[in-house]
T-cell receptor
Framework: GNSVTQMEGPVTLSEEAFLTINCTYT??????LFWYVQYPGEGLQLLLK?????DKGSNKGFEATYRKETTSFHLEKGSVQVSDSAVYFC???????????FGAGTRLFVKA | EAQVTQNPRYLITVTGKKLTVTCSQN?????MSWYRQDPGLGLRQIYY???????DKGDVPEGYKVSRKEKRNFPLILESPSPNQTSLYFC??????????????FGPGTRLTVT
């Protein structure tokens, strides 16, 4: 079945540092890929998405590119801020669009 | 405001005492789903529903029941809660029609403690 593997956290960075959170997936067919963000005490919010190979999702300075050849969807941001401190989840939709598989989540701490 | 609401937000209960967590959405979404979030495991899908009276199991359905009698509501029922169901629960919804990318909208979460 489908699965998602994310790099383990926590990740601690200083403000303005470069961020990469790795995500790889296994899936049949052509899944849609997502990054969700969870701020402390809140539910998940969609951060960005991609639906086909080589698509680049972007939002709030974050980017991720759907790489089918490496089955990856790594999240990047050029300059993180303290307000980016949160838990980030990579996710894929099962073929057919009914079951969602989430990674374990990566907690990011950004220090001022 | 488009949203998914859950109640209660926090619940402490005892083993075996039946409880229901409600979920409601005002976006006319066909698809609704329940997840539990546990440290190191991410979110795991419990049940989902494609429309009224149509539900199916996710990856961790044991010990849970759901019903979908109205399009906007999707309650999660724990008939006999046990301590291993202590977790953070999220309800989510999305449109089914129109194909990918299947973006989901999440509720604020319900933190359940079973003693």
């Amino acid at each position: 079945g489908n699965s998602v593997t994310q790099m383990e956290g926590p990740v601690t960075l200083s403000e303005e540092a470069f961020l990469t959170i790795n995500c790889t997936y296994t899936a049949t067919g052509y899944p849609s890929l997502f990054w969700y963000v969870q701020y402390p005490g809140e539910g998940l919010q969609l951060l960005l998405k991609a639906t086909k190979a080589d698509d680049k999702g972007s939002n709030k300075g974050f980017e991720a590119t759907y790489r089918k050849e490496t089955t990856s969807f790594h999240l990047e941001k050029g300059s993180v801020q303290v307000s980016d401190s949160a838990v980030y989840f990579c996710a894929t939709i099962h073929t057919g669009g009914f079951k969602t598989i989430f990674g374990a989540g990566t907690r990011l701490f950004v220090k001022a | 405001e488009a949203q998914v609401t859950q109640n209660p937000r926090y619940l402490i209960t005892v083993t075996g005492k039946k409880l229901t967590v409600t979920c409601s959405q005002n976006m006319n979404h066909e698809y609704m789903s329940w997840y539990r979030q546990d440290p190191g495991l991410g979110l795991r899908q419990i049940y989902y529903s494609m429309n009224v009276e149509v539900t199916d199991k996710g990856d961790v359905p044991e010990g849970y029941k759901v019903s979908r009698k109205e399009k906007r509501n999707f309650p999660l029922i724990l008939e006999s809660p046990s301590p291993n169901q202590t977790s953070l629960y999220f309800c989510a919804s999305r449109l089914l029609a129109g194909g990918p990318p299947y973006e989901q909208y999440f509720g604020p979460g319900t933190r359940l403690t079973v003693t």
